[in-house]
């Protein structure tokens, strides 16, 4: 496995003047969800993504018990954060999207709590942690973009635990379907209910609790009741309010109070 990405030198601060255009940045646009960015804050945030890195598929981005001094936006393609138990079992904790940024939650932490890995070829943009005082400084509603997102992510995972520790394995399924979609949509929102799921059934065990035979047991049932069609490695969602309904799931993503943010930055950005 390569070195981890941390590991390597990033001492480039994000570029200055001449940043990308709006189409150009994948983290922007998913903060553009939840509230409006002016041209300054998304250009402030799209230099976040320049440093990017092309990554290999089984590449280690983060490596656990490492310092942590840097965040990582995944551009493109999957990653997961695993945890390997001492029988050698794994456990995936979370599946990173498109979007998404990795090492967010664990901010206040020294050193990394998990590996994260990347689950197909994709592109990560490295920033360094001290960055984000600079977001702080200069860009507060940003800022404040980050924080509701990462209350976000806390809720989804409580909600998430609640299934795994008291859901039966279709609740789980059910469950852990519908969220990928919907935090899918947050990037996409025409991807439609049709969308590609690069993870093996043994991948999918590890993220629920179950065996590969129980997935493959799960994932047909859910096909022959007509809940789901899958043609690998695609997935399409065939009755939403029935899963919802199976799983108690709720969309948290477009659930931000914006009430509380600060006005928007437009100097010195």
């Not at 590991?7 to 903060?31: E, I, K, V």
């Amino acid at each position: 496995m390569d070195q981890p990405l941390h590991q390597r030198d990033r001492s480039t601060p994000p570029s200055a003047p001449g940043a990308p255009a709006r189409a150009a940045s994948c983290f922007a646009s998913r903060l553009e969800r939840y509230a409006k960015l002016n041209d300054d804050e998304f250009r402030f945030i799209a230099r976040m993504e320049d440093n990017e890195t092309a990554m290999p598929k089984g590449a280690l981005v983060v490596a656990a018990g490492t310092p942590a001094e840097e965040l990582f936006v995944l551009k493109e393609g999957w990653a997961v954060a695993r945890r390997t138990l001492p029988d050698n079992r794994g456990q995936v904790l979370r599946v990173y999207l498109p979007g998404e940024v990795i090492g967010l939650t664990g901010l206040g932490l020294s050193r990394n709590a998990h590996d994260v890995v990347m689950l197909t070829s994709g592109t990560v943009c490295p920033f360094p942690n001290a960055h984000m005082t600079a977001i702080y400084d200069k860009a507060p509603r940003v800022a404040a973009l980050f924080t509701a997102i990462s209350g976000l992510d806390q809720v989804s995972l409580m909600d998430r635990l609640a299934v795994m520790g008291a859901g039966t394995a279709r609740e789980r399924m059910a469950h852990f379907l519908l969220d990928l979609h919907e935090r899918l949509l947050v990037t996409n929102p025409d991807l439609g209910r049709r969308f590609r799921l690069p993870l093996r059934q043994v991948d999918i065990g590890e993220v629920l609790g179950l065996t590969k035979v129980y997935v493959n047991r799960m994932l047909k049932a859910f096909t022959e009741e007509g809940l789901i069609e899958i043609h690998r490695p695609y997935v399409r969602i065939l009755k939403p309010e029935v899963l919802r309904d199976l799983a108690g799931y709720e969309n948290r993503y477009d659930d931000v109070d914006h009430s509380w943010f600060p006005a928007a930055s437009r100097n010195d950005l």
